[in-house]
């Protein structure tokens, strides 16, 4: 399997947005769970959204509200919009998927493949 690429990350005041990309190249991850995940340093790795097959989504309770994820089945694009971004939201985050299985178990999983990451950084 393929890993995912993602992009889209940068530095952020408070209070700003950005547009995370996931780009898929099997396009057998769009009738997949897939999902964000962030993780920083020192910190435990966090389930952040995820969408299912039927696009069905969830969302970390820290994050509700102010993310937003969809993907984009004809260009096999998975996409993370965040908004109001917080310091609290600093963190490497990477998409992944979990080919056997259409549907998430939570905001996260963990199975499946993930990218390299792209980091977010947001400052107060």
């Known amino acids: 399997q393929v890993r995912p690429v993602e992009s889209g990350g940068g530095s952020v005041q408070a209070g700003g947005s950005l547009r995370l990309s996931c780009a898929a190249s099997d396009y057998s991850y769009m009738s997949a769970c897939m999902y964000w995940f962030r993780q920083a340093p020192g910190k435990e790795r966090e389930g952040v959204a995820s969408?299912?097959?039927?696009?069905?989504?969830r969302y970390a309770d820290s994050v509700k509200g102010r993310f937003t994820i969809s993907k984009e089945s004809a260009k096999n694009t998975l996409y993370l919009q965040m908004n109001s971004l917080k310091s609290d939201d600093t963190a490497m985050y990477h998409c992944a998927a979990d080919p056997s299985s259409p549907k998430c178990p939570s905001a996260g999983s963990q199975f499946g493949y993930w990218g390299q990451g792209t980091q977010v950084t947001v400052s107060s």
């Open positions: 969408i299912d097959k039927d696009g069905s989504t």
